[in-house]
C-alpha cells in the first residue's frame, strides 16, 4: 500500500493492476476529489475519463480549476481530409474530453513550448492552508495508470506548493521551455514532516546537475528505474565514474532497471552501466506491462529523487520538467534520518519488485 508518513508526504507505487502496490487513478482521483477551493494542473495530456470527470466534478462544486496541457495531443499531426469527422483519428479522445473540459466552463489551455511540455503536477486549493501538491511520473492516461510502472509523491506543506504555485503562475502566462523569458529563484530547502524536500524545475535549474551532484556523494549504494536514459546525459558518466567496477574494487554499489523499449536504444546508458560495473536490467514487456515510466533514484537508501524529469538532453535544457529530492544524505537529526529511510524504503522495494517481476539482466561485455 502507499506510504504515508504524518500525513505530510505520500507516495504511491502503481498499478496494482500489473502487480505494483497501488491504484494510481484512484490517487490522482481522490486528490482532485478533496479539493474545496482551488486546482491548478500542468501536465503533459489527459486521456482518463475518470480523472477528466474528477476535475469537472470539481468545477461543478464551485472549485476554481485552470489546466495546461501539452498541444501536441490535442492537434493532428497528420490533418486528416476531413477535420470535421474527427472519429478514429489519432488522439481522439485526448480532444474529446478536452471539449468536455472547456462545456463544463474550465479554463484549459494548450502550451506553446516548442518542445515538449512534460510537466505532471497539480497544486490543490492555492493559498489556502491546507494546500497540498501532486507531481510524480504518472500521464493522466489509461496506460499511464493502469500499465505503465509510475510513481504518484503527495505534499502537504505551503512552503513547497508556494514554488509550484510561482511555476504554475509563470506557465499560465504562455513561457515555456527554453524561451521562456523568466528565470527560477534558486531552489529551496524545505523540511516536510521533518525530512528535507527540495524541488527543482527544468530548465532553468538544470536538473541533470543536481542529480550527477547527489550521486557523487553517495558512499553505498545507488538504485534506480528509469524510462528513457541517454549516454550523453551526464548522469551516466557519474554513476560509472562512482561505480568504478563494483563495490569489490571500492566503489558504491550501482544498480537499475531500464524501460526495454528505450534501453535497448544504441544511445542508451544501458550497456554503458553494465560494463561499468553496475547491475543493468532490462523491463520485459510481458505479463501486461506497458512501459517502464519511471523517473526514480534512491541514493544511500536515504535519498529519493523522484518526479517528471527523464535522464536526457532535451529533458535537461529544453523541456518543462520538475523533480523532487526527498531526504538528505548525511542527515544528522535521528528521528529524520529515520523516517527518510522507511520512506526510501517504501521506493526500493519496488525497485526490487520490479527487478524480480519484469527484470532482464543486462550482461557486461566480455
Not at 500525513?7 to 502487480?19: A, F, K, L, Q
Not at 567496477?245 to 544498480?255: D, L
Not at 506497458?290 to 541514493?299: E, N, R
Not at 529530492?325 to 526510501?344: H, R, W
Amino acid at each position: 500500500m502507499a506510504f504515508n508518513l504524518k500525513d505530510r508526504i505520500e507516495i504511491y507505487m502503481g498499478p496494482s493492476t500489473i502487480g505494483a502496490p497501488d491504484d494510481l487513478e484512484a490517487a490522482i482521483v481522490d486528490f482532485i476529489d478533496r479539493a474545496k477551493f482551488t486546482l491548478e494542473a500542468a501536465v503533459q495530456e489527459i486521456e482518463s475519463r475518470a480523472i477528466t470527470e474528477a476535475f469537472v466534478r470539481a468545477k461543478q462544486r464551485g472549485v476554481r480549476v485552470r489546466i495546461v496541457l501539452e498541444q501536441d495531443y490535442l492537434r493532428a499531426g497528420k490533418p486528416p481530409a476531413d477535420p470535421f469527422g474527427g472519429v478514429g483519428a489519432e488522439d481522439e479522445e485526448n480532444r474529446a474530453l478536452f471539449a468536455a473540459m472547456l462545456r463544463a466552463n474550465i479554463d484549459a489551455r494548450a502550451d506553446y513550448n516548442p518542445d515538449i511540455f512534460h510537466q505532471k503536477f497539480i497544486v490543490r486549493d492555492s493559498g489556502k492552508p491546507r494546500r497540498a501538491l501532486l507531481t510524480g511520473s504518472t500521464n493522466f492516461t489509461p496506460t499511464g495508470v493502469g500499465r505503465n510502472l509510475n510513481h504518484v509523491v503527495i505534499l502537504h506543506d505551503q512552503r513547497v506548493c508556494n514554488e509550484y504555485d510561482l511555476e504554475f503562475a509563470e506557465i499560465w502566462t504562455g513561457t515555456f521551455g527554453r524561451k521562456r523569458n523568466r528565470h527560477e529563484p534558486s531552489p529551496r530547502n524545505n523540511r516536510v514532516a521533518g525530512i528535507r524536500v527540495r524541488a527543482l524545475f527544468a530548465p532553468d535549474h538544470a536538473p541533470e546537475m543536481e542529480i550527477m551532484k547527489q550521486i557523487l556523494k553517495a558512499r553505498e549504494r545507488i538504485d534506480f528505474a528509469i524510462f528513457t536514459f541517454s549516454k550523453s546525459s551526464g548522469i551516466d558518466d557519474a554513476l560509472v565514474a562512482m561505480s568504478r567496477g563494483g563495490v569489490a574494487q571500492g566503489g558504491v554499489a550501482v544498480r537499475g532497471i531500464f524501460d526495454s523499449g528505450q534501453g535497448n536504444r544504441d544511445w542508451a546508458a544501458t550497456r554503458l552501466v553494465a560494463n561499468g560495473g553496475g547491475e543493468a536490467f532490462l523491463a520485459s514487456r510481458k505479463n501486461g506491462l506497458g512501459k517502464l515510466h519511471h523517473k526514480l533514484m534512491v541514493i544511500d537508501s536515504a535519498l529519493i529523487i523522484a518526479g517528471s524529469f527523464n535522464y536526457t538532453d532535451p529533458a535537461n535544457r529544453l523541456n518543462d520538467e520538475n523533480i523532487l529530492l526527498i531526504g538528505e544524505l548525511g542527515e544528522d537529526d535521528p528521528q529524520a534520518k529515520a523516517d527518510q529511510e522507511v520512506l526510501a524504503g517504501f521506493a526500493l522495494a519496488e525497485i526490487d519488485r520490479m527487478i524480480a517481476a519484469h527484470g532482464v539482466a543486462v550482461a557486461p561485455d566480455p
